[in-house]
């Protein structure tokens, strides 16, 4: 039986101890060794528990999570696949895990191997002329591709007309607040009535001012953008880039390459595409891709071969500098690496056509309790729900019927984005899932919409198996407390 | 059907103001905050603060995300309800009730360019 677990201060009994140090064998007094600025006045305030304590306690709290290992997880918009454990074996190499960024690169010849293997790899999957491997996330990864974007403008002398960057309504949110951050005033083109870009109203905003346009392919309700090539067609001819936003990468694996559909710049989301854990903050990872024009700008260093081995190649004279310290999250860049290694070529197409086939599988299920938009043409990795039918007869809202599927073991998907269905869930099953899995989830939402036909009041305390329902949310973001302080009184 | 309230001027962004002399009291329709669903923090604007007309006022955050609300008109705010900061589910339940911020107007006649009550209702019938 779950409960709510005390935290390990609040465990702690005066003089309990669980660990037996040795005696210091360093002659001479503390008092004599260390200035008087380094030495603590009074004891830290450590919790004080026996080694059973400890063990207990961390245990329990790792029963109250909820993971891609514990459960189906059908987060779209956010790739939550399996991740593969041999990654794992890789990344915890001794090679990979106990060097450091500083050391001679004679001495790391391996990891920079990995590295310069990694952008190689990247850019044959995209199409792409060379990779950046320092972002640390999507949204970072975006704001790099941005930066290259007026980089390229800034040398071409129109940096200070080129002034707008252009986004669907359908983008993931990081889009437009990257542009602003980097500078840019955003423009929305409106989608169609088919969920696309609409091509008129993409005409009508371009022009001198275009910086670029940033998009994402399948976009956010899981449609790909089939008129991508008229579309680059349109942002090129006005002088302006295209950027992709790889979150969506893992519908398209092996089967079309963002190069190829005319994108300048891009990043990938190692932590979605390339099955590295992410979730609980990180660590995420976003290698940015540059078609040839671009190449001069990407930030330094970059790893290059020459015959004697690799080496980092500081002098980059129109770089844009450094993005993040030293090289990027390494211990996710080689869990990438494993990852592609193993799946292969056949292997990477192979993910992509079932993560389709899943999702396609789980809408066709749902069409019939749920209003899912643009169901009638087949979707990519992922799909929209509108729970605007319960919200509307019931009174049920997306929230609820999300809150609700915690019940049934499932991790809810994501909700209210995007922002042009209204009572919005997106549903990302991935390839790892059989169709038990999926069958599972279709049942438990199938169930959800009868219970809101049936008894639509038992949604508003839901989740009852949790061990904390409803929070607040919102004061928890804006008022959050991140650490126990002592009661001194 | 949202409620419009009759006697109040509306924006496209699904502001009301209720003017009273020099000042008016701004708040969000019913039509804005049944959109919105359950609302739970309001960032209420500085008192003193300028305001134009259409530009940012303040940010009402919902289950669903934040969402900008714009002032109807310009000028300064001379008072802000702290009511919502505790309570900011009032504006579902009482969404005329409920003003935001009362905002000393500047240019008066920047509300002839506002929607009346008819004009609001055939509006949002045509957002339907």
């Known amino acids: 039986m779950l409960s709510q677990e005390k935290l390990i201060f609040e465990k702690s009994r005066k003089g309990r101890v669980g660990v037996s140090l040795p005696r210091c064998d360093v002659p001479g007094a503390p008092s004599t060794l260390l200035p008087e600025s380094f030495r603590r006045s009074e004891d830290p305030s450590l919790p004080e528990v026996s080694e059973v304590d400890v063990v207990r306690h961390f245990t329990n709290l790792s029963q109250l999570n909820f993971g891609v290992d514990e459960g189906f997880y059908p987060l779209g918009s956010c790739t939550m696949k399996y991740n593969p454990k041999l990654n794992e074996n890789a990344a915890r190499l001794s090679g990979f895990s106990n060097i450091h960024p500083l050391q001679a690169e004679k001495t790391v010849q391996g990891a920079l191997k990995l590295m310069y293997d990694l952008s190689t790899m990247l850019c044959e999957i995209t199409g792409m002329a060379g990779m950046t491997l320092q972002p640390a996330a999507g949204a970072h990864g975006e704001l790099t591709g941005v930066f290259l974007i007026k980089a390229y403008h800034r040398r071409n002398g129109d940096e200070g007309t080129r002034t707008k960057i252009i986004v669907p309504d359908s983008a993931h949110g990081t889009n437009p607040a990257t542009a602003s951050v980097a500078g840019y005033d955003v423009v929305e083109v409106a989608s169609n009535d088919r969920g696309n870009v609409d091509i008129e109203a993409l005409k009508a905003v371009v022009g001198e001012d275009t910086a670029g346009m940033m998009l994402t392919n399948p976009n956010t309700l899981g449609l790909f953008e089939k008129d991508i090539l008229e579309i680059a067609e349109i942002v090129h001819g006005a002088g302006g880039l295209l950027y992709y936003d790889g979150a969506n990468a893992n519908a398209i694996l092996g089967k079309i390459r963002p190069g190829d559909m005319g994108f300048d710049v891009l990043h990938l989301n190692l932590h979605k595409t390339f099955s590295t854990p992410h979730g609980g903050g990180g660590p995420g990872s976003g290698p940015v891709g540059v078609s040839r024009r671009l190449l001069p700008f990407l930030p330094t260093p970059v790893v290059v071969e020459k015959g004697d081995g690799y080496s980092l190649d500081f002098d980059l004279p129109d770089s844009i500098g450094k993005v993040r310290s030293f090289y990027g999250n390494f211990g996710v860049l080689v869990r990438a690496y494993a990852y592609i290694m193993s799946m292969g070529a056949e292997g990477l197409l192979s993910a992509s056509e079932n993560a389709v086939l899943n999702a396609n599988y789980i809408m066709k299920r749902l069409e019939g309790e749920f209003d899912i938009p643009f169901s009638d043409v087949p979707c990519k990795h992922e799909f929209v729900i509108s729970g605007e039918k319960q919200h509307a007869e019931n009174g049920v809202s997306t929230l609820d019927m999300a809150k609700r599927l915690i019940d049934h073991g499932v991790h809810p998907p994501t909700i209210y984005f995007p922002l042009i269905v209204h009572e919005a869930m997106m549903v990302e099953p991935t390839e790892t899932e059989g169709k038990e899995t999926l069958d599972r989830f279709v049942d438990a939402m199938i169930e959800i919409a009868k219970e809101a036909k049936e008894k639509p009041e038992i949604f508003h305390d839901a989740p009852y198996t949790t061990v904390v329902s409803r929070l607040d949310e919102t004061r928890a973001a804006r008022k959050p407390v991140l650490r126990w302080t002592e009661d001194k009184g | ?128």
Not at chain 2, 9 to 38: F, L, P, R
Not at chain 2, 93 to 116: C, F, K, R, T
Request: proline letters at 3%; a negative charge.
């Open chain 2, 1 to 128: 059907m949202a409620e419009i309230k009759a006697g109040l001027k509306y924006t496209k962004e699904h502001e009301w103001i209720k003017v009273e002399g020099e000042k008016g009291y701004v708040g969000i329709s019913d039509y804005a905050q049944n959109a919105m669903g359950d609302i739970v923090f309001v960032e209420l604007p500085e008192v003193g603060q300028d305001v134009s007309a259409g530009g940012d006022l303040c940010v009402v955050e919902s289950v669903k995300g934040a969402n900008d609300v714009y002032s109807p008109a310009s000028g300064k705010i001379a008072e802000v309800n702290e009511d919502l900061e505790d309570s900011p589910e009032k504006i579902n339940e009482d969404p005329y009730g409920s003003w935001i911020a009362l905002v000393e107007l500047s240019d008066l006649s920047e509300l002839d360019g506002l929607m009346n009550e008819e004009a609001y209702r055939s509006y949002c019938e045509g957002l339907e």
